[in-house]
């Protein structure tokens, strides 16, 4: 069977070290995976849940340093077909300065920018300039963003709204019942855009539940949580079992 | 709100403050603010906020004239407003009763709060108890060692209390905690900041509640003296006893605002966590809001230190970033041993034992005294009292018979 919707897979840059996420790029792009999210580590992950916020600790402790993310970024870019989009927190684009980053971003090839704490009204200069610096800001919209709102936010994002189908942090469970999706629906048909999934991805039975709505499906601290627990080998089997 | 703050988009104060949220966390943002809005417009809210504080805390406190102090430095005039005397020994009580009041409006049952020192989750646990809420208190594994007491009470009271791990396991990881918690459960939880941080309104409305300080030291001082007072003292953390003494003052231009924060071991040291008066804060946004944190150039934040738990914090209320800015409230850092100097001589003047917090302010103001005239009159704002830190203050000035008395309890419950 053909398969319709897309994956976009995660990465804390330096987590657990730098040559298991060339690793699992490599595992990525076998597995044709259309988009890959590297975050850059920040101290103070607040909007992540324990796995994330341990990747984000330990490689900052490790020594990884933001030059070492993008470096790191610009070379597997280079070597990988897929649309590379870097996630981070506010204060990391703000020390670096927003217009330095952008234009560093764009130069190397950097497709789309998440910044989770960074709401549309706050981080208007953020996603105005990464539309004049040709780069893809992603919106975040959840179940309970009113109508209004969603509006303003498609009029700020590009090509695709990111969904958090629930409350909480990243990590957990979600349950995948109907509501979702006709929530994914009701974005579409307000935002005309693609939606992305995300949050609480973590079998099979997740992806084909989304399947025929959800235009991407993101996987983010399963493969984190794989690698930690049964090494980065076993993340191509896990890629090939859910897109089987 | 003071003129001075004015005139600013909402929640921004100069360029600090702000909303850096996730997306999941603006709806319920929107709901506390329209729901304090409409209480503060409301004078009948601020008419039983008071009371509440009056009949079940102890407010108001008193404005107390430190005769042997002023005497001993042949000065200023000195008096030591009196928030120890709140019950539960601090100034976070105001904040807190205020929130459990917006709580009830909005119709939440379980409350969330950080804390540092210990303080702030002893006042929520007492409102909690007090209100018929839950609560759940997210305190840094590192602050739960140096402050058990205040824990052994959360639980007394019937709180939850989680000890955070990730990071320094301090206030900051704490706050990262009850974050987190919200995002989960906003629907029935509300988050009591404690402090003039964080994500509007928080700042604006933990002000606003702590405002009462600066009220009664406005009225209490015209009783007294018959005029405003030339400097007013307070130590400097998160914001929320700063600016509850100074927001009375803010448009009165003669009336000098000092704050004082952790100096820590000093400057060079870089285990301090003073961001304002040491210069080393930078701008930068986490924990919801944009103020002067203390960061390294990629922008991840330090370490900091503190003697005393309460001020050991990155960041900064952003109205306070605003008010040091602009030169309307003066900063300075007090270190440790000043601090300790600063306790022994207050406890033995007058007899009246301030918390580490407060003994920051006591120590920037004594640096300052020579500085004074006898016609000067100086307040310095006591924002809680120190018998709660007798572990770290027996520490401190490393009193054997102390040392040997816990040893020999510790060994008591062994085996």
């Known amino acids: 069977m053909a398969h319709k919707i897309k994956l976009m897979t995660h990465q804390v840059l330096g987590y657990p070290n730098f040559e298991t996420n060339e690793k699992a790029l490599e595992i990525f792009k076998k597995n044709n995976v259309e988009y890959v999210e590297l975050q850059i580590p920040f101290s103070e992950s607040s909007a992540d849940g324990p796995t994330f916020v341990k990747a984000n600790q330990l490689s900052i402790q490790n020594g990884t340093t933001v030059e070492a993310c993008l470096e790191f970024i610009k070379k597997s870019i280079d070597k990988n077909p897929m649309k590379f989009l870097i996630m981070t927190y506010f204060n990391i684009i703000y020390q670096y300065g927003l217009d330095n980053f952008l234009r560093r971003a764009s130069e190397i090839g950097i497709w789309g920018i998440i910044v989770p704490d960074a709401p549309v009204d706050e981080g208007i200069q953020l996603y105005d300039k990464c539309v004049s610096y040709q780069m893809n800001p992603i919106v975040i919209a959840t179940p309970y963003t009113s109508e209004k709102r969603l509006q303003v936010l498609a009029k700020k994002g590009r090509e695709f709204i990111y969904f958090v189908p629930r409350k909480g942090v990243t990590g957990s469970k979600t349950d995948f019942n109907d509501s979702v999706r006709e929530k994914i629906l009701q974005i579409k048909q307000r935002t005309l855009m693609e939606c992305a999934v995300g949050f609480g991805i973590q079998e099979k039975a997740d992806l084909e539940f989304l399947e025929g709505y959800a235009d991407i499906a993101v996987i983010g601290s399963k493969i984190t949580r794989i690698i930690e627990e049964e090494g980065i080998e076993k993340v191509n089997d896990f890629l090939e079992e859910i897109r089987e | ?262 100096g820590g071991k000093g400057k060079e040291s870089g285990q301090h966590a003073s961001r304002l008066a040491y210069q080393t804060g930078k701008t930068g946004i986490a924990q919801g809001y944009k103020t002067k944190f203390l960061q390294n150039s990629d922008g991840q934040m330090l370490d900091t230190w503190s003697i005393s738990a309460g001020l050991d914090y990155i960041g900064v209320s952003p109205i306070c970033a605003y008010l040091s800015e602009i030169g309307r409230m003066e900063t300075a850092a007090a270190e440790d041993n000043e601090v300790i100097k600063a306790f022994s001589l207050v406890s033995k003047k007058e007899g009246i034992i301030p918390a580490l917090e407060s003994s920051h302010a006591f120590a920037v103001m004594i640096k300052d005294i020579e500085t004074t005239t006898k016609e000067d009159i100086i307040v310095v704002n006591m924002s809680g009292r120190g018998d709660k830190d007798i572990f770290n203050i027996g520490e401190a000035l490393s009193d054997e018979k102390w040392k040997e008395f816990v040893k020999q309890r510790g060994d008591g419950y062994g085996s």
């Open chain 2, 1 to 262: 709100m003071a003129k001075i703050l004015e005139g600013f988009p909402e929640g921004y104060y100069g360029e600090y403050g702000g909303r850096f949220v996730p997306e999941l966390l603006i709806p319920v943002l929107d709901e506390l603010k329209d729901c304090f809005g409409k209480a503060k417009r409301d004078d009948s809210f601020f008419e039983e906020y008071y009371n509440l504080l009056k009949d079940y805390c102890g407010r108001e406190t008193p404005l107390t004239y430190a005769e042997n102090l002023t005497e001993y430095f042949g000065k200023g005039k000195i008096y030591i407003k009196r928030e120890d005397l709140n019950h539960s020994g601090a100034h976070k009580i105001n904040n807190v009763i205020g929130q459990g009041l917006i709580m009830k409006k909005l119709g939440k049952k379980r409350v969330i709060a950080e804390t540092g020192a210990g303080q702030h989750g002893v006042a929520t646990a007492i409102m909690a108890a007090k209100m018929g809420f839950k609560a759940v208190i997210y305190m840094g594994a590192e602050d739960i060692e140096r402050q058990y007491p205040n824990v052994f009470w959360m639980r007394n009271l019937g709180a939850e209390v989680i000890s955070v791990k990730d990071g320094t396991a301090t206030l900051k990881d704490a706050i990262n905690e009850a974050m987190r918690d919200w995002a989960a459960n906003f629907e029935d939880t509300h988050y009591c900041l404690g402090t003039t941080c964080g994500p509007h309104p928080f700042p604006e409305m933990v002000m606003y509640f702590q405002s009462v300080i600066g009220k009664e030291i406005r009225k209490q001082v015209m009783q007294k003296e018959n005029r405003l007072p030339d400097r007013v003292y307070a130590c400097l953390g998160g914001g929320s006893n700063s600016l509850g003494a100074f927001h009375e003052f803010l448009d009165e231009k003669d009336v000098r605002l000092i704050a004082a924060e952790a």
